[in-house]
């Protein structure tokens, strides 16, 4: 069974400029989560989606963080414009359904360094 | 709100021996999960373990097993045997057993394996 799959895996950009981030969940899952990993903490989540509708995204900054799941399967977080506070880890994980008994598999992260 | 401490920022241990890595928690509910997740340098978060508050037995997997304190609100991770490869950042993490809600993680343990 394919895993999560993220892209790209890394990203060097300048404050202010644009960018974007691509999740592709596993086979059948119905819930996606993007997480943000800052250095020395644990990740965070910003916007979990059930199908293609959003469940929770209380912590993502909308004024500049946007995301979106198309179809129910892919997703794509985007930066717009980036601060140098953005610079962590985006994690994007997945699982077959919302309830906590469902384990979540995390993908292998995209890290992103605004300079 | 919920929140996930873990107090030892980096331990270490002999390869073959025991440690113990701590985690306490706050929470007004009674039923919850709390996991313990592996996330190796460079490599994607795995879950370790995962206990459900309702079970007063204590989870096991293999070389891993947890000493839940429900009263305590504690939960700490036991590896056993300890081998190179369980050198990794550990993150604590707890979530409600029903709805939404989210993952909350602890901010880590580094944890370094001697030879």
């Known amino acids: 069974e394919a895993g999560v799959a993220q892209s790209p895996r890394y990203k060097i950009i300048e404050k202010r400029q644009s960018v974007a981030f691509w999740c592709n969940p596993i086979?059948?899952?119905?819930?996606l989560y993007w997480y943000q990993q800052i250095l020395g903490q644990g990740p965070k989540l910003l916007i979990q989606?059930?199908?293609?509708?959003?469940?929770?995204d209380s912590q993502l900054p909308k004024d500049r963080f946007s995301a979106e799941r198309l179809k129910g399967v892919d997703s794509t977080l985007k930066i717009q414009p980036a601060k140098l506070e953005d610079s962590a880890v985006y994690l994007c994980?997945?699982?077959?359904?919302?309830?906590?008994?469902?384990?979540?598999?995390f993908g292998p992260g995209t890290r992103l360094t605004v300079t | 709100a919920q929140t996930v401490t873990q107090s030892q920022p980096e331990m270490s241990v002999q390869e073959a021996e025991t440690v113990t890595l701590s985690c306490t928690y706050d929470?007004?509910?009674?039923?919850?999960?709390l996991f313990w997740y592996k996330q190796p340098p460079s490599r994607q978060m795995i879950l370790v373990i995962r206990?459900?508050?309702?079970?007063?037995q204590n989870a096991t997997e293999n070389r891993f097993s947890v000493n839940f304190q429900k009263a305590a609100k504690s939960f700490s991770l036991k590896i056993s045997d300890s081998q190179l490869g369980d050198a990794a950042m550990y993150f604590c993490?707890?979530?409600?057993?029903?709805?939404?809600?989210?993952?909350?993680f602890g901010k880590g343990t580094k944890l370094t394996v001697n030879p």
């Open positions: 989606f059930q199908n293609n509708g959003v469940v929770d």
């Open positions: 994980a997945s699982s077959q359904l919302t309830s906590g008994r469902y384990e979540q598999y």
């Open positions: 993490a707890y979530r409600r057993r029903d709805g939404s809600e989210k993952l909350v």
């Open positions: 929470t007004s509910e009674s039923d919850y999960y």
């Open positions: 206990q459900e508050a309702y079970k007063q």
């Open positions: 086979s059948g899952h119905a819930t």
